[in-house]
Structure formats: C-alpha cells, structure tokens
C-alpha cells in the first residue's frame, strides 16, 4: 500500500529530548541542585505535566521551587529552554518530504505544552507539519495505544499508509500492533533510505 501519512516522534529524531534524564542531570549541575532529589521530584509531576494537566509553572513549584532558591523560576525555564536543539538533517529531510506534496506529516510526541510550543517555534516545525497530536494535547503519553489510535483517527490515516518514526523502541511496537509501519530512528541518512525501502522518497520535492 502507498504511504500517504509520516507520524515524527520529535525529542531523539527533530531534535534533543527537551526534558529527560540528560537535560535535567546538566540544570541541576548548573543551579546546584541535588541530581537526585531532582529526579524524585520530577517523577512526582512528570505525567501530568506531559498530560497537560498542570502547567509547566505549577511543574517547577513540586520539582524544584518547593524550597527557596537563589535563582528564578523564569532563570530556570529559560535554561530548560535552551536544552532543545534541532536536528538540522532530520528537519530538512521531513521539509523536502513535505514539499513533495505527496504525503502528511504529523508529529507524534509526549512534551509539555509550554516546551512543546517552544520547540515548534525554534525548530521551525509549522511551516512543514499540519498537525502536532502532542500528548499535552491529546491527554495520552506514548506508549499507551490510545495515542495512536487518536492519532490514525483524526488524521483519517489507513494504518498500513501510514509510518511512525521514533527512537524509542517501546514506542513502536504499540503502532505496529495496530498495523503501522514503524522505524527506528537512528540517523537522517539511514531515515531517508529506509523511507525509500518503503517507497518514501523526496523526488520532486519543491526547492527553496
């Protein structure tokens, strides 16, 4: 079957995670914190932060701000912030396949709803994805198989057309089990040859 819709899991493939293991060992070397009583915290408020059920303020008042600090809750959203970095080969390849005309990306991804807007905007995520099904949004973490279903559902996706990539493992097999194909992202040069293997290609992608 031809694929018609391209489902981007967005931290590990896009771009940096924005805010796991890696990112939160790094603030808390640099605001003095304790990793992990850091790690404690975060556990605590992880999944509805990611769920969108509380916001990324009332996030930082339980992992961090319970106690007074010499620095600002803005100081330390903004240095969150700045841990996102995109993955130029990634976005350019997911650009080209958009501008062929041919298929619908999607991302498919568990963030906040407050780093999840900023990474859409620094990454320059709009102009090539018409629908972001974030879990902030959707109100399902990946991998329960909801996500997915909502996902095939709102896109008015055939699962055998459609491909989900991620870098997570756990994260593909739900999709597959409902029919999607999946990769396992490793890099932008083996993304766009596996794509190819599936028919995928960015041949008469417009330019500029």
Known sequence: MTVTHLFFDVGGVLGSNGW?????????????LEPAELEEMHSEAKAMLEMGRITLDEYLRTAVFYQPRPFTPEAFKQFMFAQSTPNPESIALAR?????GRYRLMTLNNESAELNQHRIEIFGLRDIFSTFFSSCWVGVLKPARRIYEVALAMAQADPPASVFIDDRARNLEP???LGMRTIGFRDAKTLREELAGM????SGAREG
């Not at 080209?96 to 062929?100: C, D, H, I, K, S």
């Not at 028919?199 to 960015?202: I, L, N, R």
């Open 20 to 32: 796991d293991h890696g990112q939160r060992t790094v603030a808390a070397r640099h605001f003095g």
């Open 96 to 100: 080209r396949l958009a501008r062929t």
């Open 175 to 177: 999709a597959r089990g």
């Open 199 to 202: 028919g995928v290609t960015v």
